[in-house]
């Protein structure tokens, strides 16, 4: 099981704002990554740190963290956005990486 | 940029051994980062097998560990999974990334990811 707990599905209306959560003790310590995966691509990098986007990446997208909780929020979600998304850290013992399980992403 | 590419077989039968490769081009598998294999089964999320570091440091997902090598071959800049006795849980789009490790860790870039099935 996941040490790193995400809603199954949220949904947004276009243009709104919506924020997909991700729960563990570990983020006490770590910061999370998260990952936006379309159907048959491999998942891409789009928040890591405290609060960076690699090149490329609409500043739409914003991370932030509190206590066990960390957040992806999308300002002004697009068709576009539509997605699974995954956040990742380390676990409690720092030596081994864990993914959440997910959360697909609805734009209506 | 960097980039990473899987290859190996996308068929391996029951009890037998699964193994990839992953090339690694745009830069050198010496740097200072690890790099990862994950997968992720048909409809499921992805779960993380372990990782590398040139050094040959390995950590590996504890339900994996007994089945689960991973080695690097810096002359070939490049690094390998093996995952032995598969059965069709195994079955899965196997990714390599690389990662990258400060106070905190993420994976940057991805390869495209490759479809091992086990079946006889």
């Known amino acids: 099981s996941s040490e790193l707990t995400q809603d199954p599905a949220v949904s947004v209306a276009l243009g709104q704002t919506v924020r997909i959560t991700c729960q563990g003790d570990?983020?006490?310590?770590?910061?999370a990554s998260w990952y936006q995966q379309k159907p048959g691509q491999a998942p891409v990098l789009v928040i890591y740190?405290?609060?960076n986007r690699p090149s490329g990446i609409p500043d739409r997208f914003s991370g932030s963290s509190s206590g066990n909780t960390a957040s992806l929020t999308i300002t002004g979600a697009q068709a576009e956005d539509e997605a699974d998304y995954y956040c990742n850290s380390r676990d409690s013992s720092g030596n081994h990486a864990v993914f959440g399980g997910g959360t697909q992403l609805t734009v209506l | 940029q960097v980039q990473l590419q899987e290859s190996g077989p996308g068929l391996v039968k029951p009890s037998g051994t699964l193994s990839l490769t992953c090339a690694v081009s745009?830069?050198?598998?010496?740097?200072?980062?690890?790099w990862s294999w994950v997968r992720q089964p048909p409809g499921k999320g992805l779960e993380w097998i372990g990782e590398?570091?040139?050094?040959?440091?390995?950590n590996y997902n504890p339900s994996l560990k007994s089945r689960v090598t991973i080695s690097v071959d810096k002359s070939k800049n490049q690094f390998s999974l093996k995952l032995s006795s598969v059965t069709a849980a195994d079955t899965a789009v196997y990714y390599c990334?690389?990662?990258?490790?400060?106070?905190?860790?993420?994976?940057?870039?991805w390869g495209q990811g490759t479809l091992v099935t086990v079946s006889s």
């Open positions: 740190g405290k609060n």
């Open positions: 570990s983020l006490r310590s770590y910061y």
């Open positions: 990334a690389r990662e990258i490790a400060a106070a905190s860790n993420w994976f940057d870039p």
């Open positions: 590398i570091y040139h050094s040959g440091s390995t």
């Open positions: 745009g830069g050198s598998i010496s740097s200072s980062n690890w």
